[in-house]
Every structure is written in structure tokens, then in C-alpha cells.
């Protein structure tokens, strides 16, 4: 089998959280991703999914070192680049990109449009013809050289978040994560901007890491969906049968909150009790179990591991293990 663009070995990142001061001082941790592992093949979107501070945006930006991992190892083209020192690192980001969620707060307000894509190859001294890779690619993503010259105050959502994947492209990156591209824009933008980054996954073999909370939007572009619930994966899987099949109760419950375009059609919400626990000092055993209405005896001392239900679905959850069947 052919090998894969990226491996995520057992990932992990925690925050120091300091409360009080002097003798006086202790140090916790946050533990914000928390063992995550999943492979990722040349020209397949991964979705990762998961409510507000579940650990997907952190996931992402630990996978690019753009902040420190507390461990864990990120095989990108059959190289840990974890141990890669801050020199080589730089090198290895010609081929790893992100598409930030805000794009605005990612675009510089005082660069025009020009500056901001010819940055990347100006900052690695690309041999390339500068001003034509720029005319080049400001038209791949839909607008037109007239717009070089502008600042990005002077575009809407949609438009800058275009310029963003502009500047992504720059250097042809073989893995770009996206990190919630398209939550901030109109939901008739966010039509457009997917279906250009189909097109640009098409035309260049790009892989991605599509972060969102839209589970539609996660469903048109993905092949396969990984679910995170405070900092862990509970289920992965190809879309269809996390779509069709879901295992894990969260993301059952996740699914029943899509909502359905047929007006008058029912469906059944689940909706889950209790806020998430806090990272800072997850329940023990299964960090889902205090909003888990099935929950067993197990669930409650001993935290899961991940069990493979179908070929390439895997499931974190007592459920699925030969404990409970066995009626632990």
C-alpha cells in the first residue's frame, strides 16, 4: 500500500496553567489535544469535527509546528519533522500551508494585495518570475489583476478568504490544513469558496486537513472524518458511515443537530446533558461519560481505547469492547 502524506503518532499538546503566586504558585495542565493518532493519503481531505475547544484548531497548528508539540510524532513524507530543528522546519514549509479562519485578522491591513501573495516567495527566494506567479494565481482563485493593487480592507469576506488561499498556494504545498475557512462567510460565499478548493485539490493533488463545525460542509468535501471531543478522537472513519453509522453517542448527537431542507420533515434531536468538562481536569475513565446516557459501570474508571467496527472505522467506546460484552 502506498505510503502515506502525513502520520499523526499519539499528538499531544498541554498548556502550563499557573494559579497563584510565590510558594503559594501551582502549575496545571490544559490538556488541549490528548493522544491523537491518524494517517492522511496524498489527495484525501480529512474533516475534523468537534464542538468549540475540543482540541481540532490546536490539533491543527501542533501537526504544523506552529506551536510546539508536548509530544508525539508527525511523519510528513516518511520524516518525524518534530525533530527537525527550527532551520530545517523552515524548509519543510514550502510544503505545509494553512488557511486561518479569519480572513481578515490573517490578511497584514498595511500590504496590498501583491505584497501579501509574493510574500512566501520572496521570503524563500523562489527563482519563480514573481509578479507573473502572482498574476497567476490571484486569477486561479476568481478574482483578476486589478485587484493586486488594493488593500484587504477593501474586499468582503469571501474575497479575502481568496487571497488567503492565494498566499497558501504560493509555494505549492503538498498539505494545506484548513482551519475553519469558511465559518465566517455568508453561507451562499461558503458554496463558492468549497467548491474552488475542490477545484484546486483537482488540479494540484493538494491534501487537507478541513476543520469545521459545519458537518454538512465536512460531509461535501471530506472522504473521511475524524471526531475529537476533549482532545481525543471518539470516532474516525470514511464519511459515509459516520454519516450512515455513527457509533460513538457524541457523534450521534452531533449528526441530530444538522438540520434537514425539507420543511415540515421531523427528526429526533439528542440532545446531551451538562456542559464539557473542563481540560484542565477531565473526568476519569471515558471523558464523555458525565453527558452519556448509555453509559456503563466501565465507562466510568477505565478511559476506552480505539476499536475497530468496521474496515477503516474505528470508535472510541465501551460499547464496542469486549468488556461490556462480556457485561463488565
Same mark, same amino acid.
Given at each position: 500500500?502506498?505510503?502515506?502524506?502525513?502520520?499523526?503518532?499519539?499528538?499531544?499538546?498541554?498548556?502550563?496553567?499557573?494559579?497563584?503566586? *510565590?510558594?503559594?504558585?501551582?502549575?496545571?495542565?490544559?490538556?488541549?489535544?490528548?493522544?491523537?493518532?491518524?494517517?492522511?493519503?496524498?489527495?484525501?481531505? $480529512?474533516?475534523?469535527?468537534?464542538? #468549540?475547544?475540543?482540541?481540532? %484548531?490546536?490539533?491543527?497548528?501542533?501537526?504544523? =509546528?506552529?506551536?510546539?508539540?508536548?509530544?508525539?510524532?508527525?511523519?510528513?513524507?516518511?520524516?518525524?519533522?518534530?525533530?527537525?530543528?527550527?532551520?530545517?522546519? =523552515?524548509?519543510?514549509?514550502?510544503?505545509?500551508?494553512?488557511?486561518?479562519?479569519?480572513?481578515?485578522? %490573517?490578511?497584514?491591513?498595511?500590504?496590498?494585495?501583491?505584497?501579501?501573495?509574493?510574500?512566501? $516567495?520572496?521570503?524563500?527566494?523562489?527563482?519563480?518570475?514573481?509578479?507573473?506567479?502572482?498574476?497567476?494565481?490571484?486569477?486561479?482563485? *476568481?478574482?483578476?489583476? #486589478?485587484?493586486?493593487?488594493?488593500? /484587504?480592507?477593501?474586499?468582503?469576506?469571501?474575497?479575502?478568504?481568496?487571497? *488567503?488561499?492565494?498566499?497558501?498556494?504560493?509555494?505549492?504545498?503538498?498539505?494545506?490544513?484548513?482551519?475553519?475557512?469558511? #465559518?465566517?462567510?455568508?453561507?451562499?460565499?461558503?458554496?463558492?469558496?468549497?467548491?474552488?478548493?475542490?477545484?484546486?485539490?483537482?488540479?494540484?493533488? $493538494?491534501?487537507?486537513?478541513?476543520?469545521?463545525?459545519?458537518?454538512?460542509?465536512?460531509?461535501?468535501?471530506?472522504?473521511?472524518?475524524?471526531?475529537?471531543?476533549?482532545?481525543?478522537?471518539?470516532?474516525?472513519?470514511?464519511?459515509?458511515?459516520?454519516?450512515?453509522?455513527?457509533?460513538?453517542?457524541?457523534?450521534?448527537?452531533?449528526?441530530?443537530?444538522?438540520?434537514?431542507?425539507?420543511?415540515?420533515?421531523?427528526?429526533?434531536?439528542?440532545?446531551?446533558?451538562?456542559?464539557?468538562?473542563? /481540560?484542565?481536569?477531565? /473526568?476519569?475513565?471515558? #471523558?464523555?461519560? /458525565?453527558?452519556?446516557?448509555?453509559?456503563?459501570?466501565?465507562?466510568?474508571?477505565?478511559?476506552?481505547?480505539?476499536?475497530?467496527?468496521?474496515?477503516?472505522?474505528?470508535?472510541?467506546?465501551?460499547?464496542?469492547?469486549?468488556?461490556?460484552?462480556?457485561?463488565?
Amino acid at each position: 500500500m502506498m505510503q502515506p502524506l502525513l502520520e499523526v503518532r499519539n499528538l499531544k499538546k498541554y498548556f502550563p496553567v499557573v494559579k497563584g503566586f *510565590g510558594p503559594f504558585k501551582e502549575i496545571r495542565w490544559l490538556k488541549a489535544v490528548d493522544d491523537v493518532s491518524f494517517t492522511l493519503h496524498k489527495g484525501e481531505t $480529512l474533516g475534523l469535527v468537534g464542538e #468549540s475547544g475540543c482540541g481540532k %484548531s490546536t490539533t491543527g497548528r501542533a501537526i504544523l =509546528r506552529l506551536i510546539e508539540p508536548t509530544s508525539g510524532e508527525v511523519i510528513f513524507q516518511g520524516e518525524n519533522i518534530i525533530a527537525l530543528s527550527q532551520k530545517e522546519m =523552515r524548509k519543510k514549509r514550502r510544503e505545509m500551508q494553512i488557511i486561518f479562519q479569519d480572513p481578515f485578522a %490573517s490578511l497584514d491591513p498595511r500590504m496590498t494585495v501583491k505584497e501579501i501573495i509574493a510574500e512566501p $516567495l520572496r521570503v524563500f527566494k523562489t527563482r519563480e518570475n514573481i509578479k507573473k506567479r502572482v498574476e497567476e494565481l490571484i486569477e486561479k482563485v *476568481g478574482l483578476s489583476r #486589478s485587484h493586486l493593487d488594493r488593500y /484587504p480592507h477593501e474586499f468582503s469576506g469571501g474575497q479575502r478568504q481568496r487571497i *488567503g488561499i492565494a498566499r497558501a498556494l504560493a509555494l505549492n504545498p503538498k498539505l494545506i490544513v484548513c482551519d475553519e475557512p469558511v #465559518s465566517a462567510l455568508d453561507v451562499s460565499v461558503q458554496a463558492q469558496v468549497i467548491n474552488l478548493l475542490e477545484d484546486l485539490q483537482k488540479e494540484y493533488g $493538494l491534501t487537507y486537513i478541513f476543520i469545521a463545525h459545519d458537518l454538512s460542509v465536512v460531509k461535501h468535501i471530506s472522504q473521511r472524518v475524524a471526531v475529537m471531543y476533549l482532545g481525543k478522537i471518539v470516532e474516525l472513519g470514511p464519511v459515509e458511515q459516520i454519516f450512515n453509522n455513527a457509533k460513538h453517542p457524541y457523534t450521534k448527537a452531533l449528526l441530530s443537530a444538522i438540520p434537514v431542507p425539507e420543511p415540515g420533515a421531523k427528526k429526533e434531536k439528542i440532545i446531551l446533558e451538562g456542559d464539557v468538562p473542563s /481540560p484542565i481536569n477531565p /473526568p476519569a475513565g471515558c #471523558s464523555f461519560h /458525565p453527558r452519556c446516557s448509555g453509559k456503563k459501570p466501565i465507562c466510568i474508571e477505565v478511559m476506552p481505547d480505539l476499536v475497530e467496527v468496521e474496515k477503516g472505522h474505528v470508535v472510541r467506546c465501551h460499547l464496542y469492547s469486549g468488556e461490556v460484552k462480556r457485561g463488565i
